[in-house]
C-alpha cells in the first residue's frame, strides 16, 4: 500500500492505493455488483456523489484473465489501467541478458564458447543487475545454418542446469529457441524466447502451457536461410 497526492478535486486527502489478485467464481458483473455493496457498506453514495470527488472508498476492477469487456459501466482492461497516478511510483527497469554459445571470429566462422565461459559471463551480468539471461544455442541471423535439436540442446541445457544447481540463481532464465523439444529439456528455465512466434514447431505453444512458463513472441519470415528473400506476407489462421 503506497500514498500519492489527491486527483482532480485536489482539497481531499491523501489517496491510499493497493492492488490485489484474486481468486472468484462470479462472472465480471456480478463480482462489480459485490463491489458496489462493499462500497455502500463504507458510506459511498454510488447514486449522488462525485466519481472524482472525495470518496471513502474506490474499488475497481483492473483485468479479469483475458476477458475484454466494454459495456457503458464496465471496461475491462480497465480505462485507466496505465495512468500514471494509478501505478506505483517506483521506476524500476528490467534488464535483460542476452548470451549466445556462439560468436564469430572470423567473417564466416563461428566459435562455440565453452559453457563455464558463458555461465562466468552470466554471473557477472547478474551481479550488474541484470533481472533475464536469455540462453541461446543457435543463430537465427539471416543465412545461419539450422542446428540438430541435440546439438542445440547440448549447448544450452548444460548452462542452464549449472546457473540453477551450481549457483543458486533466482533470476528469470530464458531459453532462446524455437524448437518444443528444447525447450521442455531446458528445465530451470522461466521464459521461452521463440523468435517463430510458436510458429516454427507446432508443438511449442502446447509445451509450454503444459511447463508453466512465461513465452516471449516475436515474428520471423520463415527460417534464417530464406528470411530476407520472403517479401510477400500471407497470413495463415494459425498465426498467433
Known amino acids: ?4 497526492e489527491p486527483m482532480y478535486v485536489v482539497n481531499q486527502s491523501q489517496f491510499l492505493n493497493t492492488a490485489c489478485k484474486i481468486s472468484t467464481p462470479l ?21 449522488t456523489s462525485q466519481s472524482n470527488g472525495p470518496q471513502p472508498i474506490d474499488i475497481d476492477i483492473l483485468m479479469f ?37 556462439l560468436t564469430k571470429s572470423e567473417p564466416s566462422t563461428w566459435f562455440i564458447f565453452e559453457p563455464s565461459d558463458v555461465i562466468q559471463k ?6 550488474n543487475g541484470t533481472d533475464i539471461i536469455d540462453i541461446g544455442g543457435m543463430s537465427t541471423r539471416p543465412g545461419a545454418d539450422e542446428v540438430t535439436t541435440k546439438e542445440e540442446i547440448c549447448r544450452t541445457v548444460p548452462v542452464i542446469q549449472a546457473l540453477r544447481e551450481t549457483h543458486d540463481v533466482k533470476c528469470h532464465i530464458s531459453i532462446d529457441t524455437f524448437k518444443s523439444d528444447v525447450a521442455r529439456a531446458a528445465a530451470g528455465a522461466t521464459i521461452v ?14 509445451t509450454v502451457a503444459k511447463l508453466g512458463v512465461l513465452i516471449v513472441l516475436t515474428h520471423m ?4 536461410k530464406t528470411m530476407t528473400s520472403l517479401i510477400d506476407y500471407f497470413f495463415s489462421s494459425s498465426l498467433v
Do not use: W
Open 65 to 101: 484473465d483475458s476477458q475484454l469487456t466494454n459495456k457503458d459501466h464496465l471496461k475491462i482492461p480497465h480505462i485507466g489501467i496505465i495512468a500514471a497516478h494509478v501505478l506505483h511510483p517506483q521506476h524500476c527497469v528490467t534488464i535483460g541478458s542476452l548470451l549466445s554459445r
Open 193 to 206: 524466447n521463440d523468435v517463430s512466434g510458436g510458429q516454427a514447431d507446432p508443438n511449442m505453444l502446447t
Open 1 to 4: 500500500m503506497y500514498e500519492s
Open 27 to 47: 462472472d465480471p458483473f456480478d463480482l462489480l455488483n459485490v463491489l458496489k455493496s462493499i462500497k455502500k457498506s463504507y458510506g459511498r453514495d454510488l447514486d
Open 221 to 224: 519470415r520463415s527460417d534464417p
Open 122 to 127: 552470466s554471473l557477472n551480468q547478474i551481479k
